[in-house]
C-alpha cells in the first residue's frame, strides 16, 4: 500500500493508492453421471455477459457424454454443459446451464493475461483443483520449462507425489494468481504440460467473438446439446440440488416436449429439490402438475413442498403449498391460493416405496386466467 500527497490551493490532500484486488479462481469438478464414482478432470468458470462458462480441456469433456460440474464450495452449486466447443491443443470452452450459473466467477475480462511477468517472479507454484466433494485440493509444482509463448511444463516438488489424471483442468497457480492450466501428464517422466493463461484466454476470446450477443434472460438460452431435452414451454428446470441416475435421465426432461423419457436422481440428503424458472414477467400460479409417464411408480414423489419467488436477482422463497400426492391415471395435482411467481422451487421429501431414488416424467405449472 502506497500513499501520495498534493497540495493544490493550499490545501493538502491525501491520496490513498490500494492494490487492485486480485480475480480470484472459481472452478469445479468434471464428472460423469454415468460413472458418478469418478472424477473426469477440472473446469475454471469464468462470466461472458449473461454467459457462464467452463474452460476446460478437451479430453476432459469428452469422456463424458454429459460434462457434469460441481462447483467449489459447500453450497453445492450444479450444473451441466449445454455445448462444448474445441478451441484447439486441447482447450475447450463450454456452454452452463443449471445452479452454477448463479456463482460462474468474474467476467473474462477481468481476469490477468500478464503471465510472462509472474513467472519472472520464480519457479515455483500450486496446482489448484477441487474434491470431488466441493473441497480444495493444492499440489506444489516447481516450473521446469516455458516455450514463452504457450505452454509450461512442472513437476511435483515434494518427493513421491504424482499428478494424477483427475487433475487434468487444475489451475497452475503464481502468486495467486493462474498462469495456466493443466492439459496433460506424460505417464513415464510424471511431467505435466499446462496452457498458459494469456494463450489459453485468447482462444477464448477469439470464439466468443463469433457468437451472438448474449441474451438477457440465461434461463432463456436454448440447449444446444445435441440430444437435448427441448422446453415445452415457459416454465424451464433452472437448478437441481441432486445429480441424475445417469445422462438419460436428465433433470431438464421435467419440462421437457413429448412423452419419452423420464428424470431419475439419486437422494443425497432430503429434500430433493428442482426449481423451475419461468418468463421475464412475473405470472400468477396457482399450482404444480406432477406427470409418472414411463417412471417407475415405486420411485415417484409423494410428499411435497412448492415454494415461490419474484425476485429476479436472487429467489427470496416463500411457501405456496405442500402436501402428499395421489396419483391418478399417472397424474398428480397440488393446488394452491393463486400467487405471483418468476420462479418455482419443488421439495420432494419421500418416495412412494421410502427409497434413495426420485423419478418422474414430466412437471407442468398452472398459471390463474
Known sequence: MAARWRCRS???IGVLLLPAAAAWPQQAVVRSYDAPELEVGQAWLTRSGSR???VLPLHVAAETSVPSLLREGSAGLRGEATAVIDL??????AMLAGGITADCGFTLGSISRNVTRRLRDG???TLRSVNGDGTLGRLSVSIVDDDGERFLRVLPTADGERLRKGLSGSLLMVDD?????LLSVHARSGVGTVLRTDALLAKVDAHLRGLAPPVSDPAAVPAQRSGAPAAAGPWQVRAWTDDPVGSAHLTGLLTATGEEGYWSARVAQWPVAVELGGPQSVRPVRGVTFVAGEAPAAELPVRVQI?????AERPAWRVAGSGTLAYQDGVAWLEFAPTRARFIRIEMFQARDGGEVLALARLGVLEDD
Open 88 to 93: 484447439g491443443d486441447d482447450a475447450a470452452v
Open 307 to 311: 415454494l415461490t419467488s419474484v425476485n
Open 10 to 12: 493550499g490545501l493538502l
Open 123 to 125: 519457479g515455483l507454484g
Open 177 to 181: 494468481q493462474p498462469v495456466g492450466m
Open 52 to 54: 457462464c462458462l467452463a
